[in-house]
Every structure is written in structure tokens, then in C-alpha cells.
């Protein structure tokens, strides 16, 4: 049975921190591309970074670069969402996905929510 569980989620104010966890089974976890993917109140879902299978190459999308780092520990089926410097625009629930040509999988995300 495959399950993406994340984890991490909370209320922080702006300019805090969280780190977004999620645990992969059921699936062989190291040969997939990884991705973390938010949703905002009334916004679409959209693309924040992604890592590939080795970890050897990430990518980020412009509204995190230099705030957010992803990351993946094969051995623990893990991959790691560190957000720093969190912005009110950075509310939304918060998903990971991996995928390996058509074959996707999604958790059942996670809710940040920056505010005073």
C-alpha cells in the first residue's frame, strides 16, 4: 500500500521557520522524483521544489529561492521541506508528490499558516 505521510505543519509567525516532513512506503522511494507542492486559499496548486531520485539535483520556484532548501534521505524514505524566513503568502496546505514517468503519488498535505 503506498502512503506519502507529511508532517510539520503550524501556525508561525512572519519571518519564522518550519521544516515539512514526509515518509514514503509502499513504493521503491529512491528511484522517484520528489516534490513538494502548496495550495493557498482560493490559489491553485502550484510548484514550490522539487529533488531528484539521486538528491543530486533540486529545484526550487522563484517566490522560495533562497528561503526554502528540500532535501531526501533515501535510506529513511524521507524528504525534508526546511522553510525559512515564512511569509503570509507562504499560508497554504503544503503536499508532497513523487513520480516516476506516469506513475504519481500524492500525500494528504499539510497546513502552514503564517500570521501575527
Known amino acids: 500500500q503506498v502512503q506519502l505521510v507529511e508532517s510539520g505543519g503550524g501556525l508561525v509567525h512572519p519571518g519564522g521557520s518550519l521544516r515539512l516532513s514526509c515518509v514514503a512506503s509502499g513504493f521503491t522511494f529512491s528511484s522517484y522524483a520528489m516534490s513538494w507542492f502548496r495550495q493557498g486559499p482560493g490559489k491553485q496548486r502550484e510548484l514550490v521544489a522539487s529533488i531528484a531520485p539521486s538528491g543530486s539535483r533540486t529545484t526550487y520556484a522563484d517566490f522560495v529561492k533562497g528561503r526554502f532548501t528540500i532535501s531526501r534521505d533515501n535510506a529513511d524514505n524521507t524528504v525534508v521541506l526546511q522553510m525559512n524566513n515564512l511569509k503570509s503568502d507562504d499560508t497554504g496546505v503544503y503536499y508532497c508528490?513523487?513520480?516516476?514517468?506516469?506513475?504519481?503519488?500524492w500525500g494528504q498535505g499539510t497546513q502552514v499558516i503564517v500570521s501575527t
Open positions: 508528490k513523487a513520480r516516476l514517468w506516469a506513475t504519481e503519488y
